[in-house]
């Protein structure tokens, strides 16, 4: 475990160095067929970390947002987003990362979040998370009175889940923030937070978050409460409110 961990370190620290390097200079903006936008920086961060892991480690397969799928039958797939938050990185917003995941037969064994710009780097295996090498865990809360709620596009909300019931959890909670994308997660890790979800997400957006949030001693599934590898929607908490938030989220 401690070589993929010092792997995932080399990657974030590549992939950083490339995405520092466009942050804030205009560059320019595509959209992609779903219409997100992607930008040379997307681009470029995803092919060093894809050719870094072909060297260090040719049997293992590759999952990118960017570049597709490498090697779709090996035990082990690096499950990479470059950037996750794109519209925050191309409006000059530092609230983008990048997520490095690594699965063995589909079960999550790391993850990573990497803040390149603030040099905030977070690793999980699943027993434990730490943010540049020092331990993290959740925060300890079990009343929704007292909860942040964070959360990325309150308009996807009503579009792929029941819009009415996120509402009506947000009225129970003390503060909500739409300091979403993977900032929210590494904000519940870290015990800023209390409660992340997104209603819709792409497996490369999940992988790298479960190693995280359960290595930090939180929860984290999809929406109804199953694996979130096998989900779309994902709900992460610090795990004493997690309950409550599902069945909030699905009366």
Request: charged content about 25%; proline content about 3%; overall charge negative.
């Amino acid at each position: 475990m401690q070589e993929f961990v010092d792997f995932t370190k080399q990657l974030a620290q590549a992939s950083g160095e490339i995405i520092n390097g466009y942050f804030r200079t205009g560059v320019a903006v595509e959209s992609k067929a779903d219409e997100s936008p992607v930008t040379i920086a997307d681009k470029k961060a995803e092919e060093i970390m894809r050719e870094m892991i072909m060297k260090e480690f040719p049997e293992h397969g590759i999952i990118g947002e960017e570049f597709g799928n490498h090697n779709e039958d090996a035990e082990y797939q690096w499950v990479l987003d470059p950037i996750d938050g794109t519209k925050s990185f191309i409006t000059g917003t530092f609230l983008f990362g990048t997520l490095i995941g690594l699965m063995k037969d589909r079960k999550p064994l790391v993850g990573a979040i990497h803040h390149s710009v603030t040099s905030h780097l977070l690793i999980g295996t699943g027993d434990e998370a730490r943010l540049n090498d020092e331990v993290v865990t959740v925060k300890k809360n079990d009343k929704l009175r007292l909860a942040t709620l964070l959360y990325t596009d309150f308009v996807d909300i009503g579009k792929y889940q029941n819009g009415i019931a996120f509402q009506h959890l947000m009225g129970r909670t003390k503060f909500n923030r739409t300091w979403g994308d993977c900032h929210g997660y590494f904000l519940v890790a870290t015990g800023g937070a209390d409660i992340m979800l997104d209603p819709i997400m792409n497996l490369w957006d999940i992988v790298a978050l479960v190693p995280i949030i359960e290595g930090a001693g939180g929860m984290i599934t999809d929406w109804k409460g199953e694996d979130p590898i096998d989900g779309s929607g994902i709900v992460a908490t610090n795990g004493d409110l997690h309950e409550q938030v599902l069945q909030a989220l699905n009366p």
